[in-house]
């Protein structure tokens, strides 16, 4: 397969995990991980608060809820806190996106989006990915 930019999922961007209290949890994941997050964000859009902690090349992302319509509200309501995704770095979100359809793959965002640290971001469906939520997200710059 031969395509102007390489086309592959390039590496676990970040593991976000919905919390209740993104103060307590910043607390507990500091004491885990060894070190603080490095950054706070609220995304007006999804209606939640982001935390970041840098482990290696991955990141942590912690996420509550800023309303109940917030997925993340729904999510912990059905299931409590934990995992909530895994998302993967992209060079070209647009590319990455038409070739996940083509392979038969159901998207949530039928085009990138905003999403918070600077990312342009897009969610698969999880009845297309063995109930994983997944994103995939590229630099807004890129």
């Given amino acids: 397969m031969h395509h102007s930019k390489a ?3 390039e590496k676990i961007e970040h593991i976000g995990i919905a919390v209740r209290d993104i103060e307590e949890s ?8 060894g070190r603080s997050h490095y950054k706070m964000e609220e995304v007006e859009s999804e209606s ?3 935390s970041f902690f840098q482990v290696g090349e991955v990141k942590i992302e912690l996420l509550q809820a800023t309303s109940e319509s917030s997925a993340i ?3 912990i309501e ?7 995704h895994i998302a993967y770095a992209v060079k070209d979100i647009a590319v990455e996106l038409d070739r996940l359809k083509s392979e038969g793959i159901e998207a949530i965002h039928q ?8 990312k342009m971001i897009a ?6 990915t063995n109930r994983v939520l997944t994103e995939i997200c590229a630099d807004k710059n890129e």
């Fill in 7 to 9: 086309v592959k999922l």
């Fill in 26 to 33: 910043n607390a507990l994941f500091a004491k885990i991980l």
């Fill in 48 to 50: 939640v608060i982001t």
């Fill in 73 to 75: 509200h729904k999510h």
């Fill in 78 to 84: 059905k299931r409590g806190e934990g995992i909530h």
């Fill in 111 to 118: 085009q990138a989006k905003e999403g918070a640290d600077g």
């Fill in 123 to 128: 969610f698969l469906h999880p009845k297309s």
